[in-house]
């Protein structure tokens, strides 16, 4: 007697909330997969080692130095590419960053690093008063791909190692 019972009450459920539910599933998979291919998220180089300098050619104009690997320098990094610099002691919530853009990369490699320098936008206006030799970080946009690249790029470094 139970067995019919369970017989006739699955003949009469239609699975609605099962057939719902599916189409919700696979809504958020196609999402997440399109998301996946279609996003673009940045690569950035960063180092700490950057210092504000004044310029050669405006002594009121202030560029920045930073020091890099060379493995991230070297072929990755250069002229055109937007930067933005953090100071240090004014926490850039707060202050914002100063925006620039890479004016030359350096060929050799000096102390373990590579000098890259920058130079600040004209337009950006720093509520923090510049000074010469003001340390800071520095990050450098090297490129936009797809979570779905960077995520085969690490498949590739780990079994090639």
Do not use: C, K
Request: aromatic fraction near 6%.
């Amino acid at each position: 007697m139970p067995f019919i019972r369970s017989m006739r009450s699955l003949e009469t459920d239609h699975f609605h909330r099962a057939i719902v539910m599916l189409l919700i599933v696979v809504a958020l998979l196609l999402a997440w997969a399109s998301w996946m291919v279609l996003a673009q998220v940045p690569l950035y180089a960063a180092t700490q080692a950057a210092h504000l300098v004044v310029s050669h050619a405006d002594a009121a104009q202030f560029n920045i130095v930073a020091s890099f690997e060379p493995a991230v320098a070297l072929g990755r990094i250069y002229p055109g590419q937007a930067a933005v610099m953090r100071l240090d002691g004014f926490p850039w919530s707060q202050y914002g960053t100063i925006p620039a853009t890479v004016r030359h990369v350096a060929t050799e490699v000096i102390d373990g690093s590579v000098q890259v320098e920058l130079t600040i936008i004209a337009n950006a206006r720093s509520p923090v008063p510049l000074q010469l030799g003001l340390p800071g970080a520095v990050e450098i946009e090297l490129e936009r791909i797809s979570p779905a690249l960077l995520l085969l790029r690490a498949a590739g470094t780990l079994i090639a190692d």
